[in-house]
Protein backbone atom coordinates (compact mmCIF):
# COMPACT_ATOMS: atom_id res chain seq x y z
CA UNK A 1 0.00 0.00 0.00
CA UNK A 2 1.48 3.54 -0.79
CA UNK A 3 1.28 6.27 1.03
CA UNK A 4 0.65 9.83 -0.41
CA UNK A 5 3.38 12.47 -0.41
CA UNK A 6 0.99 14.89 1.09
CA UNK A 7 0.09 12.65 4.43
CA UNK A 8 3.68 11.45 4.45
CA UNK A 9 4.54 15.06 4.29
CA UNK A 10 2.56 15.16 7.50
CA UNK A 11 3.91 12.22 9.02
CA UNK A 12 6.98 13.15 8.90
CA UNK A 13 5.81 16.54 10.88
CA UNK A 14 5.26 14.11 13.86
CA UNK A 15 7.60 11.84 14.18
CA UNK A 16 10.23 15.03 13.78
CA UNK A 17 8.27 16.70 16.66
CA UNK A 18 9.40 13.46 18.70
CA UNK A 19 6.02 13.28 19.33
CA UNK A 20 5.79 9.94 21.57
CA UNK A 21 4.59 6.24 19.76
CA UNK A 22 1.79 6.33 21.49
CA UNK A 23 0.44 9.47 20.37
CA UNK A 24 2.06 9.29 16.68
CA UNK A 25 -0.72 6.59 15.99
CA UNK A 26 -3.69 8.77 17.22
CA UNK A 27 -2.37 11.86 15.01
CA UNK A 28 -1.84 9.96 12.06
CA UNK A 29 -5.20 8.34 11.77
CA UNK A 30 -6.26 11.97 12.86
CA UNK A 31 -4.69 13.02 9.53
CA UNK A 32 -5.66 10.19 7.54
CA UNK A 33 -9.69 10.75 8.55
CA UNK A 34 -8.95 14.27 8.71
CA UNK A 35 -10.79 14.58 11.79
CA UNK A 36 -10.94 13.77 15.25
CA UNK A 37 -11.22 9.89 15.85
CA UNK A 38 -13.32 9.79 18.84
CA UNK A 39 -16.52 11.70 19.89
CA UNK A 40 -15.83 15.47 21.36
CA UNK A 41 -18.04 16.82 23.50
CA UNK A 42 -18.36 19.50 25.29
CA UNK A 43 -19.33 19.73 29.39
CA UNK A 44 -23.07 21.20 29.48
CA UNK A 45 -22.75 20.66 33.29
CA UNK A 46 -21.04 23.36 34.88
CA UNK A 47 -21.49 23.77 38.52
CA UNK A 48 -22.28 26.96 40.20
CA UNK A 49 -19.00 28.80 40.83
CA UNK A 50 -18.53 28.45 36.72
CA UNK A 51 -21.90 29.47 36.27
CA UNK A 52 -21.81 32.62 38.21
CA UNK A 53 -18.28 33.71 36.81
CA UNK A 54 -19.36 32.86 33.42
CA UNK A 55 -22.55 35.15 34.15
CA UNK A 56 -19.82 37.93 35.59
CA UNK A 57 -17.71 37.99 32.90
CA UNK A 58 -20.70 38.42 30.45
CA UNK A 59 -22.34 41.19 32.46
CA UNK A 60 -19.16 43.20 32.59
CA UNK A 61 -18.73 42.97 28.54
CA UNK A 62 -21.60 44.73 28.05
CA UNK A 63 -21.00 47.23 31.16
CA UNK A 64 -19.91 50.72 29.56
CA UNK A 65 -18.84 51.79 33.14
CA UNK A 66 -16.81 48.33 33.91
CA UNK A 67 -13.44 49.12 34.65
CA UNK A 68 -10.93 48.44 31.63
CA UNK A 69 -7.61 47.23 31.32
CA UNK A 70 -5.04 47.19 28.36
CA UNK A 71 -2.00 45.13 28.67
CA UNK A 72 0.17 47.72 30.26
CA UNK A 73 -2.26 48.79 32.70
CA UNK A 74 -3.41 45.38 33.48
CA UNK A 75 0.41 44.78 34.16
CA UNK A 76 0.73 47.67 36.26
CA UNK A 77 -1.40 46.89 38.32
CA UNK A 78 0.14 43.77 38.71
CA UNK A 79 3.30 45.15 40.10
CA UNK A 80 1.91 47.18 42.50
Known sequence: MQKDSKNDEKYNICESIGV???????????I??????CGVR????YNQV???ALNEAER???????????V????KELKR
Do not use: C, Q, W
Open 20 to 30: SRKVNPFLRKT
Open 32 to 37: KAGVLP
Open 42 to 45: LNDS
Open 50 to 52: TID
Open 60 to 70: LMHDPTAKRYN
Open 72 to 75: EEAL
